[in-house]
């Protein structure tokens, strides 16, 4: 059969869904109709295609929220979210007259009971199974995890938040079905922060949560602890990571280019537009994009011969084919269309990439890089930020980089006087958007400095001195450290409290880069040593996600898994910055007035 992306979460989200939802249905030989939420949809569509779940029995895919014609001689999948609005809708598939010849319902998570009595009440004798399979989250990459809520930043960073308590609760379930779908029962630390307290919250619910769990196991019998740490972090741990220009190739194209649901529009010489999707069942895209856009355009050349000496190969077996021969070229065609296909794709978006990096970015990467690392490409500290900041201020660039300048000079300072703060913004010409800088404060991320500091230090960070860099490039996000440190237990007690107890291996007691050593690195041996599970409350950046995969690699004896609320690009962070709310300005020049 055809078999779904294998990817690593990916992949282990099929097998699980086969295992419950499909293996459930598959005792009858009856083709099925699967009926999807919007969540659900966006979940199967990131680990498998059509063509597995043909294979299995289903021939039909639905819309749970749209009219559909009844077939009541089909049996029906129903695979959704425990919510009032699903639960309403499946009811009416049945209600006056049925729509199917049975129901088949599975949730992704727990099923609250006045939800579960109201469904059993109205339409028990139609449904033949109901189980909950435990998958709330979105497997988006082979390392990387969503709960694909990007609303989660305004309900817990607005201040005064009427939903926040709520918000945590449903992204700790989250993280749990996370955990059961790997199979794993983590320790918990999380990120102490002075100012707000979201994280440690967090970690104390996804703890309560996972006893509850794993007491309730259906194996009937307590699970203990597994080889596995899950770190909690909130957004305001690195600021500087979603606001710099990066310039690996996928963080690049989706912070530069409009890429909606991973679609990328591009032209063709002949003036023709297409559209490629740039996921993990692009081979190239995989192998291309965490590298560094120098070496990706260095690519490009061998890319386009490639192209040529194949087209020149099919011209001459198309003047060489023979009857006999047909047939086998048949069957290697479509291979040969995707390859030229996501050459194409790649020729086209790294030149597309090349051509707004020289127009715009390139003046810009000096000066953010020597504000974020507090040193210039020669390792001279800077000693004056201003000077550093003031020719990209005085440059005709667009307002959005402008202001990813300031807050970047802000940051390197750990906050400036209300006097400089209202003389950046005027220069940037927000008077009236200054919600996309002071907002931040809402996050716990000084914008003004106060007599005392004491209350946000600044991270420390790991010497990388050594380490080959370009230099438009020398930034390394911050949470490469704590990956790093994590896996060799050197996170401190006092900065990463934990909130339940972590097996040996974490603890302290050794070093995992010492002890845990595989002979290979093939997935299955990943996966059989131990894992570090990263979860960024607030959003993860591709770079951030980008460090997964080099931590692993770098490391053999450890798969570090990171996920988050939803993937930022710097603009939408902005924006989601600024909405916010607006606090006036007078809120803001107490300590002018009064040092």
């Known amino acids: 059969m055809a078999t779904a992306a294998d990817h690593g979460l990916k992949t282990i989200v099929w097998q699980r869904i086969k295992d419950t939802l499909i293996a459930d249905c598959r005792k009858s030989e009856v083709w099925k109709i699967l009926i999807l939420d919007h969540f659900t949809t966006r979940l199967l569509s990131s680990c498998c295609k059509m063509s597995d779940l043909m294979s299995e029995g289903i021939t039909i895919v639905e819309d749970l929220h749209k009219n559909r014609e009844p077939v009541p001689e089909m049996k029906a999948i129903y695979f959704m979210r425990p919510t009032a609005m699903c639960i309403d809708a499946f009811i009416n598939d049945f209600k006056p007259k049925p729509k199917y010849k049975a129901a088949y319902v599975f949730f992704t998570d727990y099923c609250p009971d006045d939800l579960f009595d109201k469904m059993k009440k109205s339409c028990a004798k139609h449904i033949k199974v109901c189980k909950e399979i435990n998958?709330?989250?979105?497997?988006?990459?082979?390392?990387?995890?969503?709960?694909?809520?990007?609303?989660?930043?305004?309900?817990?960073?607005?201040?005064?938040?009427?939903?926040?308590?709520?918000?945590?609760?449903?992204?700790?379930?989250?993280?749990?079905?996370?955990?059961?779908?790997?199979?794993?029962?983590?320790?918990?630390?999380?990120?102490?922060?002075?100012?707000?307290?979201?994280?440690?919250?967090?970690a104390e619910l996804v703890d309560n949560k996972l006893a509850r769990h794993y007491e309730l196991d259906d194996n009937s019998k307590k699970k203990g602890k597994t080889q596995a740490q899950l770190l909690i972090v909130d957004?305001?741990?690195?600021?500087?990571?979603?606001?710099?220009?990066?310039?690996?190739?996928q963080a690049m194209a989706f912070d530069l280019i409009p890429i909606k649901d991973n679609a990328?529009?591009?032209?063709?010489?002949?003036?023709?537009?297409?559209?490629?999707?740039?996921?993990?069942?692009?081979?190239?895209?995989?192998?291309?994009?965490?590298?560094?856009?120098?070496?990706?355009?260095?690519?490009?050349?061998?890319?386009?011969?490639?192209?040529?000496?194949s087209r020149g190969e099919k011209k001459q077996s198309d003047e060489k084919i023979s009857i006999g021969g047909l047939?086998?070229?048949?069957?290697?065609?479509?291979?040969?269309?995707?390859?030229?296909?996501?050459?194409?794709?790649?020729?086209?978006?790294?030149?597309?990439?090349?051509?707004?990096?020289q127009k715009n970015v390139e003046k810009l990467c000096k000066a953010e890089q020597d504000l974020a690392v507090g040193a210039d490409a020669e390792g001279q500290k800077v000693k004056d930020p201003m000077r550093t900041l003031l020719p990209v201020l005085l440059h005709p660039h667009d307002t959005t980089d402008k202001i990813r300048a300031v807050l970047l000079y802000i940051f390197s300072l750990n906050g400036t006087t209300a006097e400089n703060l209202n003389k950046l913004i005027q220069h940037v010409k927000i008077e009236d958007e200054r919600g996309y800088i002071l907002n931040w404060e809402h996050l716990g991320v000084p914008i003004l400095s106060t007599p005392s500091m004491y209350s946000f230090r600044k991270q420390s960070r790991r010497d990388r001195s050594d380490e080959e860099t370009y230099k438009v490039s020398r930034w390394t996000p911050i949470i490469k450290d704590?990956?790093?440190?994590?896996?060799?237990?050197?996170?401190?007690?006092?900065?990463?409290?934990?909130?339940?107890?972590?097996?040996?291996?974490?603890?302290?007691s050794r070093a995992v880069s010492a002890r845990q050593k595989h002979k290979g690195s093939s997935p299955d041996d990943l996966r059989s040593g131990l894992?570090?599970?990263?979860?960024?409350?607030?959003?993860?950046?591709?770079?951030?996600?980008?460090?997964?995969?080099?931590?692993?690699?770098?490391?053999?004896?450890c798969e570090v898994i990171i996920g988050s609320t939803h993937i930022l690009t710097p603009r939408s962070l902005l924006e989601d910055i600024y909405k916010l709310g607006k606090q006036p300005m007078e809120s803001f020049t107490i300590e002018e007035d009064n040092p």
């Open 482 to 508: 704590v990956m790093e440190d994590a896996v060799e237990n050197k996170l401190e007690v006092k900065d990463w409290p934990y909130q339940s107890e972590c097996p040996s291996a974490w603890n302290g």
């Open 327 to 357: 047939s086998q070229l048949m069957k290697k065609m479509p291979a040969f269309r995707k390859q030229v296909t996501q050459k194409t794709v790649h020729i086209c978006l790294a030149e597309d990439l090349m051509s707004r990096y």
């Open 531 to 557: 894992r570090l599970i990263l979860f960024v409350l607030g959003g993860v950046t591709y770079s951030e996600m980008r460090c997964a995969y080099e931590v692993t690699h770098a490391n053999k004896s």
């Open 264 to 309: 990328y529009e591009y032209k063709l010489k002949d003036g023709s537009k297409k559209e490629a999707l740039l996921t993990e069942e692009d081979e190239l895209w995989v192998k291309l994009r965490h590298m560094h856009i120098a070496e990706v355009t260095g690519q490009i050349p061998k890319l386009v011969k490639e192209i040529s000496a």
């Open 235 to 249: 957004r305001a741990l690195d600021p500087v990571s979603p606001i710099l220009h990066e310039l690996t190739y």
């Open 135 to 202: 998958i709330s989250f979105l497997p988006l990459e082979a390392q990387v995890f969503s709960c694909d809520n990007a609303e989660a930043f305004k309900s817990i960073y607005t201040p005064n938040s009427q939903d926040r308590d709520q918000t945590l609760e449903t992204i700790a379930d989250q993280i749990v079905t996370l955990c059961a779908t790997l199979d794993e029962y983590p320790g918990v630390r999380f990120k102490k922060d002075p100012n707000l307290n979201y994280g440690k919250k967090l």
